[in-house]
């Protein structure tokens, strides 16, 4: 009997012991194709010997330091380089675990930024709805998918939400998608208004949407309004690139795309490629100055921030998705997956929308394409292909409640980076045989 308390109690998994390319490998010696790279966390696949060779000269030399006590060269080298090709006047990184403690901080960071600066008043966020920005009691508040909500709403601290920048589900008939930008980017003045502006710290975002919604990019010119709107009413702008970021939309971070930069900008998972646990806030200039000139302190931390060796993980996969030139080959290998995506998909009966960035992609499936109306949620659809799909020797993830929280199924694809041409062949069979044989059992 297992001790292990497991993410679901009524499931047997396989257990993983060995990981290599693009593959992932149980104890049966079946080889899985990991498409989603677990949760868009393995951008540079598994068995890396340049990040595992880095790390293990880490451990050689200093595997722990407190941050209360020292600093380290791994997380100044590696706040260095990210600083260096951050947008923006983004200057500092507060290195952390993960992804939901980068939200978390984030958070924090805000409201003390505006204590500091004697504007006490400011401590409501805004948000949108079918986002994710993780699961610590601050992110899952800020997150507005109404499933992962339900049961802990006692515990949340109040944060509004506004319609997410959603163009397959919200943009009108006739309605250009530059018009719809604009239409779904003013929703947060008129959110800020109805507030508050004097209340207001932040408005926090994905540039592009990632677990919840399924690879959501935002219409053109959104975010350049969304920045307009929080420069004029003085609230910072956090991006939360935890899924998106770190090359996997084709940038280093998914923002360059729209032509903004925020005040606040969180990453994990690619940041490490799975190969240790890492994350990081980065804030701006004028942040941090609020901070060092005020009281010098951020009232905030964990014992394992700023790891030695989780930062020389992080430095290593930083550098070689910079100088093996992998930004170019997720461009060039996304339109190669999202061509191979249409061809076999695109005039699916029920595949209602491909979209995504780079090798962020997703396929939204419908009960009927004209009218866009989902399967019932009692069918379970997503929870069908993600079982055939692995069945097949393929890891996707497929997601539910893409709608509101209960309506609507996805997949989101987010293969590593290094991606063959005929890994995609693979990929695109293998999830055409679980979506189809999924569909013939709700038949």
Avoid at 377 to 388: E, F, N, Q, W
Wanted: aromatic share 6%; proline share 5%.
């Amino acid at each position: 009997m297992s001790h292990v308390f497991p993410r679901h109690t009524k499931q047997s998994l396989p257990t993983a012991v060995a990981g290599e390319g693009c593959y992932l490998i149980d104890e049966t010696g079946k080889r899985y194709l990991d498409a989603s790279g677990g949760a868009a966390v393995s951008c540079l696949g598994h068995g890396d010997r340049d990040i595992i060779d880095a790390i293990k000269a880490q451990l050689d030399t200093l595997a722990y330091a407190h941050t209360g006590f020292f600093t380290s060269d791994p997380a100044e080298k590696l706040a260095d380089l990210l600083i260096k090709h951050a947008p923006g006047d983004l200057s500092r990184v507060y290195l952390l675990s993960g992804g939901s403690e980068a939200t978390e901080a984030a958070i924090k960071l805000a409201r003390q930024y505006f204590v500091e600066r004697g504007e006490p008043q400011r401590g409501h966020v805004i948000a949108r709805k079918q986002s994710y920005h993780g699961n610590t009691l601050g992110a899952l508040s800020a997150g507005g998918n109404a499933w992962r909500r339900a049961q802990f709403a006692p515990l949340l601290i109040d944060v509004s939400h506004i319609d997410p920048c959603f163009d397959y589900r919200l943009r009108h008939e006739g309605e250009t998608p530059e018009d719809y930008g604009l239409r779904a980017a003013n929703l947060l003045e008129e959110e800020i208004l109805r507030v508050g502006p004097e209340t207001v710290m932040a408005f926090m975002a994905e540039p592009v949407v990632g677990a919840t919604a399924g690879a959501v990019p935002p219409a053109p010119g959104y975010f350049k309004r969304i920045r307009e709107i929080c420069d004029q009413y003085g609230v910072l702008l956090i991006l939360d690139e935890v899924m998106c970021g770190m090359g996997r939309t084709g940038t280093l971070f998914a923002c360059e795309q729209d032509g903004i930069a925020p005040d606040i900008l969180c990453i994990a998972k690619g940041l490490g490629a799975g190969y240790q646990p890492i994350g990081a806030m980065l804030c701006s200039q004028g942040i941090y100055g609020t901070i060092a000139q005020g009281s010098g302190f951020f009232q905030h931390g964990h014992t394992y921030q700023a790891h030695p060796t989780a930062a020389a993980a992080g430095l290593a996969v930083v550098s070689a998705i910079l100088d093996r030139n992998l930004l170019e080959r997720v461009n060039t290998q996304g339109d190669k997956l999202k061509s191979a995506l249409n061809a076999k998909f695109g005039q699916h009966a029920h595949i209602g929308d491909i979209r995504g960035r780079g090798l962020f992609l997703a396929l939204e499936l419908v009960a009927d394409r004209t009218t866009k109306m989902p399967f019932a949620p009692k069918h379970g659809l997503a929870g069908k292909i993600k079982k055939a799909a692995f069945e097949a020797g393929l890891i996707c993830y497929p997601m539910s409640g893409t709608i509101d929280g209960e309506n609507g199924d996805h997949i989101l694809l987010a293969p590593p980076f290094i991606i063959s041409d005929a890994q995609i062949d693979e990929l695109v069979e293998k999830l055409s045989t679980a979506i189809e044989g999924s569909l013939a059992s709700i038949a």
